[in-house]
């Protein structure tokens, strides 16, 4: 996964759409009383806090970022929470909880096979796995024509050309049930959900800061050095065409699509 650490320096206060997913897939999951919970890809920790509530298991919140667990554990220190430096590919659980949740993460696995065989080992038998990310490859119409908006600029025309993807995505729920059963586990359901939201440029443009910004502006997902100005180009440039997105009263219809799956280890 990308390093969130400067993304988590606002994302608390500007994550609204990842919230929302995130209480949508926490509504689809059941969580008894004694139930061990890890919440994968826990960023600032505000689902671990809820997880907390619903259990006196054991709570756990893994992500890669530092900066996003430094939030976490200054938000709710004193809630019992166990918040931990990690990723899924290397996740070195074995019947360990009954609950996964993955909110917002599952996208970023650079191996998802592997990712999902480690979180399918760490479930108890019987134990689940609940899934909310960006599905389909214009996941965002919106943050996908922005992007490519940096072709037809001549400060960003040159160094976009060499941005490589570090997202996997699929176009269908089956094939996101697929990668699941492959490794083992049982899904109990799959689908893509559409999503839409006026908001003005700023709003969109915050959105967009929250984790396309960590693909789109980092210098990792590129095969070339990036010029000194780039990054304040590239920003201007999607700014610009987000203002152009808007109607006569100024707002963006932004649009997403979602997989929700709930996947059970047999």
Same mark, same amino acid.
């Given at each position: *996964? ?46 671990? $806090? ?14 890669? =970022? ?26 070195? *659980?074995?019947?360990? +909880? ?13 191996? *998802?096979?592997?990712? !999902? ?13 609940? +899934? ?32 490589? =993807? ?6 269908? $729920? ?8 492959? +490794? ?7 689908? !893509?959900?559409? +999503?839409?939201? &006026? ?5 969109? &443009? ?61």
């Amino acid at each position: *996964m990308s390093d969130f650490t400067d993304i988590s320096k606002h994302y608390r206060h500007s994550a609204e759409l990842q919230k929302s997913a995130g209480e949508q897939l926490f509504g689809m999951t059941v969580i008894n009383r004694t139930d061990d919970v890890l919440d994968l890809g826990c960023g600032p920790g505000h689902l671990t $806090a809820a997880v907390r509530k619903l259990t006196e298991g054991r709570v756990i919140g893994i992500d890669p =970022s530092k900066g996003m667990i430094e939030k976490a554990e200054a938000a709710y220190p004193d809630q019992r929470i166990s918040f931990l430096i990690g990723d899924a590919e290397h996740l070195d *659980m074995a019947d360990a +909880v009954d609950v996964i949740f993955c909110n917002s993460t599952l996208q970023w696995f650079r191996d *998802m096979n592997s990712a !999902i065989a480690n979180c399918c080992r760490a479930l108890r038998s019987g134990g689940r796995m609940a +899934v909310q990310a960006p599905a389909r490859h214009r996941y965002c119409p919106n943050f996908v024509h922005a992007a490519e908006s940096l072709l037809q600029d001549d400060s960003t025309r040159t160094t976009f050309q060499h941005f490589r =993807s570090p997202w996997i995505f699929f176009d269908t $729920a089956e094939e996101y049930a697929e990668v699941f059963e492959r +490794v083992g586990f049982r899904v109990l359901s799959s689908e !893509i959900r559409e +999503v839409s939201m &006026m908001c003005p440029p700023e709003k969109v &443009m915050e959105m967009f800061d929250t984790g396309a910004a960590a693909a789109y502006l980092n210098p990792e997902c590129y095969d070339c050095t990036f010029p000194e100005d780039y990054i304040a180009n590239a920003r201007r440039v999607i700014v610009q065409d987000f203002a152009r997105q808007a109607g006569e009263d100024n707002l963006v219809n932004l649009l997403f699509s979602r997989i929700y799956l709930i996947a059970q280890k047999p």
